[in-house]
T-cell receptor, first 116, second 111 residues
Framework: EPEVTQTPSHQVTQMGQEVILRCVPI?????FYWYRQILGQKVEFLVS????????KSEIFDDQFSVERPDGSNFTLKIRSTKLEDSAMYFC??????????????FGEGSRLTVL | GENVEQHPSTLSVQEGDSAVIKCTYS??????FPWYKQELGKRPQLIID?????GEKKDQRIAVTLNKTAKHFSLHITETQPEDSAVYFC??????????FGTGTSLTVIP
């Protein structure tokens, strides 16, 4: 069964450093997402991406964050200058070529980011 | 934006009993309501979903009900088993693009 894969599984970084989290969505999917989950809290939407551009983003997704799909298979989340509060599990998800308002989100296993 | 509230935050049941988790949403335009199960240290996975043109949906021991007027939906698990122990998240979607998740319910099934 196809899966969304994420790397790294865990990254520890110093405050102020740049971090890139990588995701390989399911190959025939068209919609891509990043979510984060601070320990013990809800899954929070960051950004959605469709047709090579951001389609929606939340208030969390400020200028420190950016996303790219550099080569047609990878989908990356970059945090330019990490803060302590960026420590969380970051989930990538993808959704198939279905009409809006339907469709299962397939999540990756997550990348745990620890900012020291 | 949409606000999804989920209750209870923790739930313990004896094996074989039923478990009910409830969610409310604020945006009457929301029309897709999935439920995800997240086992410890693993990714969230869809277990059941319901669309706004349907009031109830069942899949073996799992059922979801939707009350559009009251803007709430519930997950029902019958004949619970230890492997049902996990965190369950409800979600609501307006555009099908941004999914708003509840705060999660940690379900423990006691053998």
């Amino acid at each position: 069964e196809p899966e969304v894969t994420q790397t790294p599984s865990h990254q520890v970084t110093q405050m102020g450093q740049e971090v890139i989290l990588r995701c390989v969505p399911i190959s025939n999917h068209l919609y891509f997402y990043w979510y984060r989950q601070i320990l013990g809290q809800k899954v929070e939407f960051l950004v959605s991406f469709y047709n090579n551009e951001i389609s929606e983003k939340s208030e969390i997704f400020d200028d420190q964050f950016s996303v790219e799909r550099p080569d047609g298979s990878n989908f990356t989340l970059k945090i330019r200058s990490t803060k302590l509060e960026d420590s969380a599990m970051y989930f990538c998800a993808s959704r198939g070529p279905v009409p809006a308002n339907t469709g299962e989100l397939f999540f990756g296993e997550g990348s745990r980011l620890t900012v020291l | 934006g949409e606000n999804v509230e989920q209750h209870p935050s923790t739930l313990s049941v004896q094996e074989g009993d039923s478990a009910v988790i409830k969610c409310t949403y604020s945006d009457s335009a929301s029309n897709y309501f999935p439920w995800y199960k997240q086992e410890l240290g693993k990714r969230p996975q869809l277990i059941i979903d319901i669309r706004s043109n349907v009031g109830e949906k069942k899949d073996q021991r799992i059922a979801v009900t939707l009350n559009k007027t009251a803007k709430h939906f519930s997950l029902h698990i019958t004949e619970t088993q230890p492997e049902d122990s996990a965190v369950y998240f409800c979600a609501a979607s307006v555009t099908g693009n941004q999914f708003y998740f509840g705060t999660g319910t940690s379900l423990t099934v006691i053998p």
